[in-house]
C-alpha cells in the first residue's frame, strides 16, 4: 500500500472516530502522529486540514449530489469517504482524477458495502461533471 493510500485509510479512521467522538478529526491526528511514517503522516495532515478548511462547501455538495439521503442518515464511512474524495477533487492539484476516484472506491469497497461504491462513484461523478465551474 502506497503511503498516499495510508494517508487516506488514516484520514478515514480518524474522520470517521471524530464524528462518532463529535470532535476534530485533526485533534485526534495529533494523538497519533509519531505512529505515522512521515510521507503518511503529511497527507493525512493537508487531508484533514483541508477538509475541515472546506467542510461547508463538501458538505453541501454531498448534500445536494447525494440523493435520497441526508448527511445525518447517511452511513459514516461513506460520508468520510466522500468528503476525502471531494476535497482531493477540487482542492488537491497534486492528485489525477482517477487516481481519486479509484482511491474512493477502494475505500469503499473495502470498508463499507458494494452498494456504498455504486453509489459513491455516482456521487462522485455528479461532481466531477461540475468541477471545472466550481474551481472558478
Do not use: H
Amino acid at each position: 500500500m502506497s503511503g498516499r493510500s495510508k494517508a487516506r485509510k488514516a484520514a478515514l479512521d480518524l474522520l470517521y472516530e471524530g464524528d462518532i467522538r463529535r470532535s476534530n478529526a485533526g485533534d485526534l491526528l495529533s494523538k497519533k502522529i509519531t505512529e505515522m511514517e512521515y510521507e503518511a503522516r503529511e497527507f493525512t495532515k493537508e487531508l484533514l486540514e483541508g477538509i475541515e478548511l472546506n467542510r461547508r462547501k463538501i458538505d453541501e455538495l454531498i448534500t445536494t449530489y447525494a440523493q435520497g439521503w441526508d448527511m445525518d442518515r447517511m452511513p459514516v464511512l461513506d460520508r468520510n469517504i466522500l468528503r476525502i474524495a471531494i476535497f482531493e477533487l477540487l482542492w488537491s492539484e497534486s492528485v489525477p482524477v482517477g487516481v481519486v476516484i479509484s482511491e474512493a472506491l477502494e475505500l469503499a469497497s473495502n470498508f463499507s458495502t458494494e452498494e456504498s461504491s455504486k453509489y459513491i462513484n455516482g456521487v462522485l461523478s455528479k461532481v466531477l461533471e461540475i468541477r471545472s465551474d466550481l474551481l472558478l
